[in-house]
Structures are given as structure tokens and as C-alpha cells.
């Protein structure tokens, strides 16, 4: 009876410490969901806090240059650099096709091509015809004499293929035609066409547009290409005389952005962006794009939704205003014919009414006199290089817009806006569909990643004749001994070296090849 009674005690005490302990393990769960619907709320207000929080762009900062970070440009050979031979393996036709800044480009890649292959380079023919129907060539645009002088250390240059004499008869040296690959690497030139160029005494490459690989592993090898661009490639005097009477005259009334409205036929056509316009100028654009680019699907929903469109003048406007440029910016026009004309136009002279282009500044009348296409371009050129602020619109497949990035970059780091057009492209569409809370908070939080021209590393697919540092930049107090400046004395240093060989009629003078531009 007494071993019954301990049992039923032990069975009771059992039955306490397990409903006991029941009761904790409930008190437990029930602290631990506390525990994390508090820890949730409490990121979910921080995260609200943080999306709250205002973004601010400081207008009065962007008219100065960009931060350097000490970096400044310099295009001069930092190693072993020796002048081209009196014996030259050839000579180098090149014939440089699309609009003037692709042939830019081009003219840079030849005459690396030529110091890779040491040849002798002709003069390099432009293709003006087919996009400008102008026939200025390289002498109606560029000053020949300037581009000679300045690349005399790098590569040899003739103004045409030399004539031979034989049986009593004179004739010009026929150079092989060849078709190099697209963006070829560097041992296509010191193989196929150095072979041929060898056996033939000339070769003539055409067409020649992205024909030598942008990234190359010799950094002397992409200063060459600085050194052509920046400093050799020269308008003439005309022209640069022209382009600095235009921002002469902007300046005079106070600070200006240029932008480059990349709003045109051609470029809405490539990017397959047609459902704003009319069912007339649709089936033009359509009409335009099958004469000129390669059949492809385009959807315009979806290649705007990532940010295949150029932007319309309308929301470049909402862009700059969201950032706090307001009504009485100053902005320069870069741009050819308007697609869609004025009704594209005039939501975008609402927010900006002081607006300018190159006919309305050129009180000379030489632009309207002048129906030379590539003069107007150059001199658009010239006066966004030279604007306070420049903002491309359109910078993918545009060489205009690339080419003045990485101009401006190596100018000195002069402000640039250069919009994510991807990151605003919901932001617009939520506008357009009534959802505009916030748009414009919204937009200075895409803008405000941005670099504003300042140095920044190169990532694919971003062009080196955008962004040549660091190649093309050096540091006064370099960590790296590969980002130091070189000797100030470096010129002298070449010319003497060219000398050596036995020339010594070119003038010592020429271009620094070290920019010492305004920077802080």
C-alpha cells in the first residue's frame, strides 16, 4: 500500500514539472516572436528612415571641375620609348569611315597600328562622303602640320604614298587592299598585314572603323592613343578660332552646360524606339532602321524599361531640375535635326527657355554659309569640350558623346552629368502611368551615383576613349611607381633620341604632353 501511495506521489509531482514546463516553453515562444516582430520593426523603421532621407546635389559645386584625387593627365611615355627607324617595313593606307568623331577614334588606331608594324603612315583618308556628303578630308578638318610635328617621337608620317620611277615611267606605289577583322588584336598587324606590307611595299586599310582592339596590355601602347587624340588631333585654325569666338561669347554672359541632345532619326531608329511618335513618323523610322541596321526584334516596352532610349528633351529637363538647376541655366545644344520637331521641344524650352546652338551664337554666318557638315560638328565639339558642365543624353553607341567623356576627363576633370538611363527608366514610366510621389527625390538618388567627371576605374563596357585612366594620368606623389609623373625634361629626352637617328630638321616645339588643367 505504501509503494502504491510513493507511485501515485511520484505520478502527481511528474504531472506538475511536465505542465511546468509546458508553461515555459509557451512563455519562451511566445518572448521569442515578440523578439522578432520587434527586431523587424525596428529595420523596417531604420529602412524607412533611410529611404526618407533627403538626397541633396549641390548645383554651385558641379560648375567647378570634378575632384582629382590628385590625378593629372599625361600622355608622355613613362619607359623605354625609342624613335621610329629611318628604315621603315612599309607603308600604311587607312581609309576612316562614320561620322567625325568614329573617324576620330580611327586616326588614333592607326597610327598605332603603324608604330606596332613600323610603317610609314599616309595621311588617313575620311570617309566624309558617305555620312557628311562633304568631301573635306583630313586637311579640310585637321591641322596636318600640328598632327606631324607632335607625333615626329612616335611614328612616321607622309602626306601620301611615295611615287616609283621605273623604265623611264612614274606612277604612285600601289598598296594591297586588305579587310581587317573587327577590333583585331595587335598580333593580326605584326603577323597578316605586316607579311603583306612586307612583300608589298604598301597596304591600304579599309574600311577601318574599330579595326585594333581597345584594350591592350602595353600602357606606352594606349598613351600613344592619348597623345593622338588629345594633343595631335588639332581642328584648324579656322575652326578653333570659330569654336572659341562661340564660348567667347556664351561666357560672356555667365557660366554654361552643353548638352548633347542625341534626340535624331539615326540613333531613335538603332535603339528601336518608336511608339511616341505618329503612326507617319513611325513607319519612317521603321523604314530607316531596315535600310540601315540589321533586322532585330524590337519591343519599344521592353528596351525602354532598360534604358535603350535616348532620352526625350522633356525628361532631360525633369533630370536637370530635379538635381536643382533652375530656369535660369544657361545650356549650349549639341544636336542635329530634332525628331518630332517642336511639340518634343517645347516642354523642355518651359523648364529651360535660355537655350543656344551653334547658328544662334555664330553672329559670323560662316556655319550658315558653311553647308560642310563636319564643320558644325567640330565646332559642337569644341564648345562642349570647352563648356563648364557637358551632359550627354545618349552615350551608347554614340562616338561624339564618348569621345567628348574622355576628352573632358583628360582636360581636367571637368564636370560631366551623365545619366543611368536604365536606373531612371522606372522612375519615368511610374511618372507617365500617374505614380509621381517622390519622382524627384527619386531622381537625385540615381544621380547622385554618378562620378560628375572625376577619375574612375574602367569596367566593360565602358570605352578607353571615354575613360583613359588610369593609363593616361599620372600622380606628383604616386604609392604606385607606375601611376608617377614622368620627368618634366621628357621631350627634350626624345627629341635628342630622334636626333641620334640622324633627323634634325624638325622644329624641337610641340605639344606638353603633361595637362596641367584647373583641378582641386
Known sequence: ?????EMGQRRR???????????????LIIAAIVLVVCTFSLFSSRSTLRSTTRTEINTEELWQTAQSDGWRPSSAPRSDWPPPPSKTNGYLRVRCNGGLNQQRTAICNAVLAARIMNATLVLPELDANSFWHDDSGFQGIYDVEHFMRTLRYDVRIVESVPEIHKNGKTKKMKAIQMNPPRDAPIS??????????KENGAIYLTPFSHRLAEEVDNPEYQRLRCRVNYHALRFKPHIMEL????????RAQGRFMAIHLRFEMDMLSFAGCFDIFSPKEQKELKEYRAKNFAPKKLVYDERRAI????????????????????????IYLAAGDLYGGERFMKPFRSIF?????HSTVDTSGQLKKNTNGMLGSAVDYMVCLLADIFMPTYDGPSNFANNLLGHRLYY????IIRPDRKALAPIFIDREKGRSNGFEEAVRSVMTKTSFGG???????ESFYTNSWPECFCQMSAKNPADKCPPENTMETLHSRLESEGVSDISATGSNLTVSGAQR
Not at 1 to 5: A, N
Not at 243 to 250: E, P, T
Not at 307 to 327: H, Q, S
Open 1 to 5: 500500500m505504501r509503494r502504491e501511495g
Open 307 to 330: 534604358g535603350k532610349c535616348p532620352l526625350t528633351p522633356e525628361e532631360v529637363g525633369l533630370v536637370l531640375r530635379a538635381m536643382g538647376f533652375d530656369n535660369s541655366t544657361r
Open 243 to 250: 569654336s572659341h569666338a562661340i564660348v567667347n561669347r556664351l
Open 353 to 357: 527657355p535660355h537655350l543656344e546652338n
Open 188 to 197: 593580326w598587324y605584326t603577323t597578316v598585314a605586316l607579311e603583306k606590307m
Open 412 to 415: 581636367g576633370f571637368r564636370t
Open 13 to 27: 509531482k511528474l504531472k506538475q514539472w511536465s505542465g511546468g514546463m509546458k508553461g515555459m516553453i509557451g512563455k
Open 455 to 461: 577619375p574612375h576605374k574602367r569596367i566593360s563596357p
